[in-house]
């Protein structure tokens, strides 16, 4: 198995490092995704047995593994023995967690660099980052303090970590606002929706950070104490911190895949059709090494573009567990590899690294209720 492996591995990460847009690229991703998921029902247990329950699929759209399969088996090629790093997801409302187990975190960090480079950090500026999140070290089965761990040290000049022993440090962060302003030094904030929620309820007025700055955030709007549309989140951000909405780019990523999707922003060359004065009109850009399509709920066989239906994730990062994913986020295909996502489906168990801030942050800030871009909700 191990020669085989290597082979499989060497050729994605190839693939992931140079692929394009193109209807080839298109076509090679397509023959990746039926290579590895075929050595992935040899080698995955857990994707095997699923297989035999649902079927092999086909050679276009094999059979995909559903996310909730993490919280109840082992999804991994290898022994736990080989695990070099494991992610576990949050948010779920049973007591049991879904875990991600690692043998090697080579393609991960190859598929976070070149997403965020493309999306992100486009203009190859060192920036102060402003993290809303612990580091990996606090929060070491965390995926996204991992990536945002990476982040630090492939495109930040320095970092400021705000999340402690108690919760997030408000002081810390209105004092690294304050010196963003007054030295005029572009910063990047960076957490998951409902850190920032709390941070904006508990922070007095406004700021007005200098040109350059943004704002990624991540996780979904809907916590267990409110919710928020996601276009308010949007525009409150941006209201509040003084930048030009294309500034604000969300992040749709989770623990079971190892690659991330972000907002079209103002780095991508897609962005001048994107009309930014208007939130509700963003979509997601998928990677080129990862398939996004929204399937029947019924059938689970994929739609046409405009059709809404539950999301799947074919993602050739994934060499270890399942390349094919099953999510229960509803989603729209757009035009030149775009999407829509539009949230989780209806019944869908809450989950996810914003709920875990939720969690948290809600006893240590009361809810603000002058704010009226937040509504009281369950």
Same mark, same amino acid.
């Given at each position: 198995?191990?020669?085989?492996?290597?082979?499989?591995?060497?050729?994605?990460?190839?693939?992931?490092?140079?692929? +394009?847009?193109?209807?080839?690229?298109?076509?090679?991703?397509?023959?990746?995704?039926?290579?590895?998921?075929?050595?992935?029902?040899?080698?995955?247990?857990?994707?095997?047995?699923?297989?035999?329950?649902?079927?092999?699929?086909?050679?276009?759209?094999?059979?995909?593994?559903?996310?909730?399969?993490?919280?109840?088996?082992?999804?991994?090629?290898?022994?736990?023995?080989?695990?070099?790093?494991?992610?576990?997801?949050?948010?779920?409302?049973?007591?049991?967690?879904?875990?991600?187990?690692?043998?090697?975190?080579?393609?991960?960090?190859?598929?976070?660099?070149?997403?965020?480079?493309?999306?992100?950090?486009?203009?190859?500026?060192?920036?102060?980052?402003?993290?809303?999140?612990?580091?990996?070290?606090?929060?070491?089965?965390?995926?996204?303090?991992?990536?945002?761990?990476?982040?630090?040290?492939?495109?930040?000049?320095?970092?400021?970590?705000?999340? +402690?022993?108690?919760?997030?440090?408000?002081?810390?962060?209105?004092?690294?606002?304050?010196?963003?302003?007054?030295?005029?030094?572009?910063?990047?904030?960076? +957490?998951?929706?409902?850190? !920032?929620?709390?941070?904006?309820?508990?922070?007095?007025?406004?700021?007005?950070?200098?040109?350059?700055?943004?704002?990624?955030?991540?996780?979904?709007?809907?916590?267990?104490?409110?919710?928020?549309?996601?276009?308010?989140?949007?525009?409150?951000?941006?209201?509040?911190? +003084?930048?030009?909405?294309?500034?604000?780019?969300?992040?749709?990523?989770?623990?079971?895949?190892?690659?991330?999707?972000?907002?079209?922003?103002? !780095?991508?060359?897609?962005?001048?059709?994107?009309? !930014?004065?208007?939130?509700?009109?963003?979509?997601?850009?998928?990677?080129?090494?990862?398939?996004?399509?929204?399937?029947?709920?019924?059938?689970?066989?994929?739609?046409?573009?405009?059709?809404?239906?539950?999301?799947?994730?074919?993602?050739?990062?994934?060499?270890?567990?399942?390349?094919?994913?099953?999510?229960?986020?509803?989603?729209?295909?757009?035009?030149?590899?775009?999407?829509?996502?539009?949230?989780?489906?209806?019944?869908?168990?809450?989950?996810?690294?914003?709920?875990?801030?939720?969690?948290?942050?809600?006893?240590?800030?009361?809810?603000?209720?002058?704010?009226?871009?937040?509504?009281?909700?369950?």
């Amino acid at each position: 198995m191990h020669r085989e492996r290597e082979a499989l591995k060497e050729g994605i990460r190839a693939f992931i490092a140079s692929c +394009g847009t193109s209807a080839a690229d298109r076509r090679e991703r397509d023959r990746w995704i039926d290579t590895l998921c075929a050595w992935q029902r040899q080698h995955v247990a857990a994707y095997a047995r699923w297989v035999e329950v649902r079927g092999p699929g086909d050679a276009m759209w094999p059979t995909a593994l559903p996310t909730e399969v993490f919280r109840w088996a082992r999804v991994a090629a290898h022994d736990e023995s080989e695990d070099r790093r494991v992610f576990w997801t949050s948010g779920t409302t049973a007591a049991e967690r879904g875990v991600h187990p690692f043998r090697e975190l080579d393609l991960y960090d190859l598929a976070a660099h070149r997403a965020a480079k493309q999306m992100l950090f486009g203009d190859d500026r060192p920036l102060h980052l402003i993290v809303l999140a612990p580091d990996e070290g606090a929060a070491p089965h965390s995926s996204l303090s991992y990536m945002l761990s990476r982040f630090a040290e492939w495109f930040a000049c320095r970092s400021t970590w705000l999340w +402690g022993e108690a919760g997030l440090d408000l002081e810390a962060l209105a004092r690294s606002l304050d010196q963003a302003q007054r030295q005029n030094e572009p910063v990047g904030l960076l +957490g998951t929706s409902f850190a !920032f929620v709390h941070a904006l309820d508990a922070l007095p007025g406004s700021y007005r950070l200098p040109e350059g700055s943004r704002i990624m955030q991540t996780g979904g709007f809907k916590g267990r104490s409110r919710e928020i549309e996601a276009p308010q989140m949007r525009a409150w951000l941006a209201e509040r911190f +003084g930048l030009p909405l294309a500034a604000v780019a969300a992040e749709y990523g989770m623990t079971e895949m190892s690659s991330q999707l972000y907002e079209l922003n103002l !780095f991508h060359r897609d962005a001048a059709e994107q009309n !930014f004065e208007t939130p509700e009109d963003r979509v997601y850009l998928v990677p080129p090494w990862v398939r996004a399509t929204p399937v029947d709920p019924d059938t689970l066989q994929p739609l046409a573009e405009g059709e809404r239906g539950l999301l799947r994730i074919d993602d050739l990062a994934n060499l270890d567990s399942a390349c094919a994913l099953q999510t229960a986020d509803l989603a729209e295909a757009l035009p030149g590899g775009r999407i829509r996502i539009l949230g989780r489906a209806p019944q869908a168990s809450p989950r996810g690294c914003s709920l875990a801030a939720d969690d948290l942050l809600r006893e240590q800030f009361a809810p603000s209720q002058a704010n009226p871009s937040v509504k009281d909700g369950s």
